[in-house]
């Protein structure tokens, strides 16, 4: 049986045996006060010391009980029976507080054993670093002892969380708000954005993302993802991301079609960034399929091996480069979307060198405190591919500045990957993640379930992600049950001794033996009440927090202003308006 389903005496059986022992002696402590008290005022004879002879001779009538008595017991049971009415008052708003599960954190992490994530242990490894205005990224405070839980600036975290369990107010905002340098967030709705964009525009300027009109934002600025590609191998890695983002979860890549519509995509895209172009000239190079200018271009830069390739797969039967190139077309499908390209290509008629608007440059970015929010849909039509590359190329350039500042980036850089298996399909997370934290890139990595990991990178590396991160958080929601039994495990049993009595001719026996059940079972984490996270973190237990909205800490009214400012406000429905009376023809007047 579970910590939380464990039967037994319960609070409140045990608040009633002490609440019985309360009254005998509030009950005769105050009776012998008021006689003494009484017998003083009235000026008689003080009666008996002791309490058994005290008692004995009011019931027989020896031991007079005066006005004054009376008027002192009236008195003190007045102030007993206000102090019992705030003390039920305060048990019963502490009650409406208490989640079910809560029974269950006595039995995991507190005090010194999370000495480590705790505020003074994250803000010391904060001030070794160099940031003084803020230890770290609070997960919650811890129920049992309400000490909070801080993830440092150099601990990176992979979350589950299901839908609607209050990922976003509770960890998503709250990391963002508290950010000391630059943040990028990732998700799929705006209630990020338009929570904390007020903020961060204090701090420094804000950019959106918005190729699919999720926060209903204009290109006034552009990324041209060909600015990435500097090489072959950018290049390749560019392709990964479409190959990745264009792919149908559940799916597998084809093992002819794909490698091939891969490689001529990578030498598409090095072509282009060669020669100037835009994006959308890759995508007109795929469907026209024996366009020899890409091969032209690679030929001028001395790129053998990739036109040489072109040119053999040029060359292959119409059936066999039909299904090549069509496969190729189908990674890059997200490039036919008008709203899409106003992001990542030139405008009104303009070249990549001619277009006025602002460009983004990874590299400036990661020199400053800027925020960027990356926003696209899961599903047809989604620009994953698009807001992969833009993260993962911000990600490199960090890496870059963090190499030349000495190995760590001067000020940690918060990665909020909300919806990651969906918005950042970023299939090299696993092999980078774990010497993120070392540079100074702070990942928070948020998936709905195991099996979005599962999907996007295979079940070996989704034990390895989440191996690497040191704090990783359970929010409720999930209901896989592979997944919560392992959690169930990692959490851990607690101990308890069991007492029994037996009886005999030869008279009772008592026995008592030590014995294990587990903190919380399937069904305790799979009902987690919403408000409370699992919270397991390097070299220490597990262990049970309550979450902190944005809307509990300092930022409130910022946020509030926030929402105030760029959240949409609901349309006016239309006042109806009666319809004219339509003659009828058949009717004569």
């Not at 269950?104 to 054993?113: E, Q, T, V, W």
């Not at 998503?172 to 340098?181: F, N």
């Amino acid at each position: 049986m579970s910590a939380p389903n464990r039967k037994g005496m319960g609070l409140e059986d045990a608040l009633l045996v002490w609440l019985a022992i309360g009254a005998i002696v509030i009950f005769g402590g105050g009776t012998y006060a008021a006689v003494h008290l009484g017998s003083w005022m009235a000026g008689i004879d003080a009666p008996p010391a002791h309490p058994i002879d005290l008692v004995a001779g009011l019931i027989k009538g020896k031991v007079p009980w005066p006005t004054q008595a009376r008027v002192a017991a009236s008195l003190m049971a007045g102030v007993i029976l206000v102090l019992a009415i705030v003390v039920l008052v305060a048990w019963r708003k502490g009650a409406s507080k208490r989640a079910r599960v809560d029974k269950a954190a006595r039995y995991l992490g507190r005090g010194k054993s999370l000495e480590a994530f705790s505020e003074k242990g994250a803000r010391a490894k904060a001030e070794r670093l160099g940031i003084k205005d803020n230890p770290g990224i609070v997960v919650g405070k811890v129920v049992s002892t309400g000490q909070k839980f801080v993830q440092s600036w150099e601990d990176l975290s992979l979350d589950i969380w299901g839908p609607r369990t209050g990922k976003s107010t509770s960890r998503v905002m709250p990391a963002i708000l508290d950010a000391p340098g630059a943040v990028v967030s990732t998700s799929n709705k705006r209630d990020v954005v338009d929570g904390t964009r007020g903020v961060r525009e204090n701090v420094a300027p804000v950019w959106i993302f918005d190729p699919q009109k999720i926060a209903q934002e204009e290109p006034n600025w552009w990324w041209n993802p060909l600015s990435y590609v500097t090489d072959e191998e950018k290049a390749y890695k560019l392709t990964q991301h479409f190959s990745v983002g264009s792919r149908v979860p559940g799916s597998k890549p084809d093992a002819y079609f794909d490698p091939k519509a891969e490689d001529i995509l990578s030498s598409y895209f090095l072509a282009a960034a060669l020669g100037g172009l835009p994006i959308t000239e890759v995508y007109l190079w795929v469907t026209e399929q024996v366009n020899r200018q890409p091969i032209n271009i690679l030929k001028q830069h001395d790129y053998e091996l990739q036109y040489k390739g072109l040119e053999s797969t040029l060359e292959l039967a119409d059936k066999q480069r039909d299904g090549i190139f069509g496969t190729a077309e189908k990674m890059i499908q997200c490039l036919k979307s008008r709203n899409t390209l106003r992001w990542v290509a030139p405008t009104g008629g303009a070249s990549v060198a001619s277009d006025t608007r602002r460009q983004f440059n990874p590299h400036a970015f990661a020199a400053s405190q800027e925020t960027i929010y990356i926003l696209s849909k899961e599903g047809a039509g989604s620009a994953a591919p698009l807001t992969t590359a833009l993260t993962v190329a911000i990600a490199e350039a960090m890496e870059e500045r963090a190499e030349r500042s000495g190995g760590r980036l001067p000020r940690p850089a918060l990665f909020a990957l909300d919806e990651l298996a969906n918005v950042v399909r970023w299939a090299g997370l696993p092999d980078q993640f774990s010497h993120y934290g070392s540079k100074g890139l702070i990942v928070m990595g948020i998936l709905q379930s195991w099996s979005q990991g599962v999907e996007l990178w295979g079940e070996a590396n989704m034990r390895k992600i989440w191996s690497a991160a040191n704090v990783k958080v359970y929010g409720g929601g999930v209901a896989e049950e592979g997944f919560l039994r392992a959690l169930s495990d990692l959490i851990g049993d607690y101990s308890y001794i069991n007492v029994s009595i037996s009886s005999g001719k030869s008279g009772s026996s008592r026995s008592r033996q030590e014995s294990k059940e587990r903190i919380f079972d399937v069904s305790n984490l799979a009902e987690l009440d919403r408000g409370r996270a699992v919270v397991l973190s390097s070299g220490a237990p597990a262990t049970l927090v309550r979450t902190m909205p944005w809307y509990t800490g300092p930022h409130e009214e910022a946020v509030e202003a926030s929402i105030k400012t760029y959240s949409p406000q609901p349309e006016e429905e239309a006042v109806p308006v009666a319809a004219a009376p339509v003659d009828n023809p058949w009717v004569t007047k």
